[in-house]
């Protein structure tokens, strides 16, 4: 996934002696940055990073792309109609990942890494590329066969990025081992995306809060207090390119293979809050992917409608150059 500069800022309290303070742990995995909090004395410390090193260990052996040795490597370098045995949690996740895609009406889908490089190759050169006609057959969830713990490929250039869930799956899998082993209160940001359980160690909720795309002011969108729930957010301003007269963003839509462009009314920042931030982080990456405003609305109250337990701030470029919020759909 994308090089992600985070939009969710945590706010800590500034009266330390009046209220106790967690235990915070803060360092670099997979290139991106991550900050775990939690309730806890400090001789629990050890403890707590060795959970941390297993979990991005597990996701980086199973789930990273950029790892040539693991296993979803091993998936996108098979050839096609070659049956490969998944180990169970890849299994889990791609089930749920198929989920997703459901919900998302296929806007979701991870087999657009596909075309991806060709794309943000081409972009980075001030080019638009041609993509050969077998690798747009070769995009497409439908083209996956997951079945009884395996996985075939139609199509042997169809390539997986889980980017756009993995790693809300991987600040899960952390919560959940720290829950596991004794700490229900906890806090677990990677990349900007967030989640928490039970409660600050000051015995209130943890709050966060969305800055408005694009500012360096500290300019916000909303101030949230979570308990048991997740947060992420998906934009098009990390990565950009002009190719001509336009603006092209490194989010493909899978739907009409072409990247994300800088227009009037289009959607340029949607943050979900949900109880998992793999939900969260794939409703999120989903949100942007429709073509104006009034579509992405849509969809996120049919999503609210069945799912009350999420909620969407879906933030509208008023301008090519210049994205002003909307309010929050609620």
């Known amino acids: 996934m994308h090089r992600f500069i985070p939009l969710l800022l945590i706010l800590l309290s500034s009266c330390a002696r009046e209220k106790p303070a967690p235990e915070s ?11 775990v909090m939690t309730a806890a004395a400090p001789t629990e410390r050890d403890k707590i990073k060795e959970i941390i090193a297993f979990t991005f260990a597990t996701i980086n ?3 990273n792309k950029w790892n040539p040795d693991s296993e979803l490597s091993m998936i996108n370098k098979a050839p096609a109609k070659q049956t490969l045995v998944l180990s169970p949690a890849l299994e889990s996740f ?11 009406n296929g806007r979701f889908d991870p087999t657009i890494e596909t075309i991806q490089g060709i794309w943000k190759e081409s972009l980075q ?29 139609e199509h042997h250039e169809t390539q997986i990025d889980l980017g756009g869930i993995a790693k809300g799956l991987c600040v899960d899998f952390m919560i959940e081992s720290l829950n596991a082993a004794g700490f229900p209160n ?21 709050k966060v809060a969305i800055s408005k ?25 990390f990565q950009q390119w002009r190719v001509g007269d ?44 429709f073509p104006c405003f009034d579509e992405a609305k ?21 301008h090519p150059r210049d994205p002003e919020p909307s309010a929050p759909v609620l």
């Open 125 to 153: 050169k001030g080019e638009l590329p041609r993509i050969p006609a077998r690798l747009i057959a070769a995009v497409g969830w439908n083209t996956l066969t997951i079945n009884q713990g395996s996985i075939t490929k």
């Open 25 to 35: 742990f803060t360092g670099l995995a997979m290139t991106m940055p991550y900050h």
């Open 186 to 206: 906890c806090y677990v940001e990677w990349g900007g995306e967030i989640r928490t359980s039970g409660m600050h160690p000051a015995g209130r909720p943890w």
């Open 213 to 237: 795309p694009g500012s360096n002011s500290g300019e916000t969108i909303a101030e949230l207090e979570l308990k048991d729930q997740a947060i992420a957010t998906s934009g098009d301003y």
């Open 61 to 63: 052996a199973t789930y």
């Open 94 to 104: 791609l089930h749920a990942t198929d989920s997703m895609v459901t919900i998302s």
């Open 246 to 289: 336009e603006i092209y963003f490194h989010i493909i839509n899978p739907v009409t293979c072409m990247p994300l462009k800088a227009e009037e009314g289009s959607i340029c920042s949607a943050t979900v809050v949900a109880p998992t931030c793999a939900i969260a982080d794939a409703l999120a990456t989903t949100a942007m992917l």
């Open 298 to 318: 849509q969809w996120a109250v049919e999503v609210q409608e069945k799912h009350p337990e999420v909620s969407f701030w879906l933030v509208r470029r008023e």
